[in-house]
């Protein structure tokens, strides 16, 4: 039962007081009490000949049922159940590169200008919506520093 507890919860801080291992003690001392005055003591008391053939016989199913779950655990256990491998198209590169990899070959649709270039490296916003944060800011003043919301305290961002 303390393994079950451990690997159904393995964080100790979210496991429930119930899968604790103190509980786990509790349970397994109610069992064994259980196990003495429901089933020992009655089957020890009797005189039928058919008690023995009986506790033999599921001692057998006992013994069977843990090597079936010895050899065929994914049959018993989801967690030893194997995910299936995506089928994938493996390309192997070449050995030698036959040309070094160039980013300005097609498909480009037109020839870059200067025009084009310096409106490009204008185009680039990387904290839209973010106001640089000012000199005499409560947080301190940082030049890499961002503001978002910077008039609502309380639904501020920072980045």
Request: include cysteine.
């Amino acid at each position: 039962m303390l393994v079950y507890a451990k690997a159904r919860y393995p964080n100790e801080a979210f496991r429930p007081w119930f899968m604790m291992p103190y509980m786990m003690l509790i349970y397994s001392f109610t069992c064994s009490v259980l196990t003495l005055y429901i089933v020992e003591n009655r089957l020890r008391r009797r005189k039928s000949k058919w008690v023995v053939p009986v506790l033999s016989a599921g001692m057998m199913l006992i013994v069977c049922a843990g090597i079936a779950l010895f050899y065929y655990p994914s049959t018993f256990s989801v967690l030893s159940q194997s995910t299936p491998i995506a089928k994938t198209n493996v390309s192997i590169p070449p050995e030698k590169a036959l040309d070094r990899p160039n980013m300005s070959q097609p498909p480009r649709k037109e020839e870059p200008t200067l025009a084009k270039l310096l409106a490009a490296a204008d185009d680039w916003k990387p904290n839209p919506g973010y106001v640089d944060l000012e000199q005499d800011s409560p947080f301190g003043y940082y030049e890499y520093a961002y503001e978002l919301n910077p008039e609502k305290l309380d639904n501020l961002i920072m980045n």
